[in-house]
């Protein structure tokens, strides 16, 4: 995994790892597949819920997609102050190097206060792009 991305949001921080999948990636098919780690850090005084997520995605051939859902790896993980919640998803690009960076809409439990999350922009690199 790459050197950790992180930032935090009105008590709560995100962390974000990622992994190039040279297995499941074909370069002469312009297909490459990379994993992220998401950690999800509570450091509120607030139970919070992560409702929905929204993508910003972008490759180096200037194309952008955008990806909304309801929570993330189908769920709406509730976290109490103090709790961490972690996940793993992936991503496709059409080209060897890109980003994302998002942002999670949370609600605070105690007043049903809804509120953006930043997710940190984390880059997308095959590892023989770095030498």
């Given at each position: 995994m790459g050197t950790p991305t992180n930032k935090v949001t009105q008590g709560i921080k995100i962390s974000v790892e990622t992994q190039f999948q040279r297995e499941h990636s074909v370069a002469e098919h312009r297909h490459f597949l990379f994993s992220y780690q998401i950690t999800i850090e509570n450091?509120?005084?607030?139970?919070?819920?992560?409702?929905?997520?929204?993508?910003?995605?972008?490759?180096?051939?200037?194309?952008?997609?955008?990806?909304?859902?309801?929570?993330?790896v189908g769920e709406q993980p509730v976290l109490e102050p103090g709790e961490i919640f972690e996940y793993e998803s992936a991503c496709s690009l059409t080209t060897d190097i890109g980003k994302m960076s998002g942002r999670y809409l949370m609600e605070r439990k105690v007043d049903k206060a809804l509120f953006y999350v930043a997710i940190p922009e984390f880059e997308l690199i095959v590892p023989l792009r770095l030498n």
């Open positions: 450091n509120s005084d607030y139970t919070v819920q992560l409702i929905a997520r929204h993508w910003d995605i972008y490759d180096s051939s200037s194309e952008h997609s955008e990806v909304d859902g309801e929570g993330v």
